[in-house]
């Protein structure tokens, strides 16, 4: 592996992807600080470094799932169509027109890169029932690093599933905000800092870049919490954290 990607963090579970000639973007997340309505009521309380109009071209969005405005906002909605592929859940693609629906491991080429479905728990077990469906991404193309994208995943043992399954990730965006509603009560719906480092421990000596962790009022930890419990862990250098809307190439 001699080449490197970028990662250009938009807020939130936003980013910019440049990987083996294609720009990527995950959930996106374009709308201004609001509050959304709904079964559990979220707020955001930060918009986005770039909007919709700065990001730039866009080949493929990599959307974890559609169900919460978190990972799936209004202005986001309007910015599928200007994507050339839209690659989500089966679940995702009954609902929006357009959305191509991948089951867990199933790959879609796109030029040169193997983009393939992870499997993902939004919660503890079985929060499926409540939470929904939600899908990671595994990124391969020759000659480039192994990417992984968490997505909403708050599973470290699936995490270890995908590293024994694929044998080697060079870096992994983790989903790392302790997103909790109190809809499981103590139980987060994505990665914590403890779970995070632990996730890290399982993907080997991947570079960590975490992402989805500030800007909404149910991310229960911070991003300085996260980078403490990396150090406190002796994994201080395997983590690069992103400053919002500045590329970081790895």
Same mark, same amino acid.
Do not use: C
């Given at each position: 592996?001699?080449? *490197? ?10 980013? =910019? /992807? ?58 986001? &909605? ?7 592929? =839209? ?25 040169? =890169? ?11 077990? +079985? ?18 690093? =192994?990417?992984? /994208? ?11 599933? /995908? ?13 790392? +905000? ?22 890290? *421990? ?20 911070? &991003? ?27």
């Amino acid at each position: 592996m001699t080449a *490197r990607m970028t990662f250009t963090l938009v807020g939130g579970p936003t980013a =910019v /992807i440049e990987y083996a000639g294609l720009r990527l973007l995950t959930d996106p997340t374009f709308d201004p600080p609001g509050s959304y309505e709904g079964g559990v009521t979220l707020h955001k309380l930060t918009g986005p470094a770039l909007g919709p109009d700065e990001v730039g071209g866009i080949d493929a969005v990599l959307l974890s799932h559609d169900q919460h405005p978190d990972n799936l906002d209004d202005a986001g &909605r309007e910015f599928l169509s200007r994507a050339g592929v =839209v690659l989500s859940t089966p679940d995702a693609a009954s609902r929006i027109d357009g959305v191509i629906g991948l089951e867990p491991w199933q790959s879609h080429m796109l030029g040169e =890169v193997e983009i393939t479905a992870m499997p993902a728990l939004h919660g503890p077990e +079985g929060a499926e029932a409540l939470s929904g469906m939600v899908t990671g991404f595994l990124l391969r193309a020759l000659g480039h690093p =192994v990417v992984y /994208i968490s997505g909403d995943n708050a599973s470290v043992a699936l995490v270890a599933e /995908i590293v024994v399954r694929v044998d080697a990730v060079d870096v992994a965006v983790l989903f790392a +905000g302790a997103a909790n509603v109190g809809r499981f009560g103590d139980s987060d719906l994505t990665l914590n800092a403890r779970t995070a480092v632990a996730a890290a *421990r399982a993907l080997g000596e991947a570079v960590i870049i975490p992402a989805h962790a500030d800007g909404w009022h149910h991310f229960s930890e911070t &991003r300085e919490r996260l980078v403490r419990e990396f150090g406190y862990a002796g994994l201080a250098e395997r983590l690069r954290v992103p400053v919002h809307g500045e590329p970081l190439t790895v």
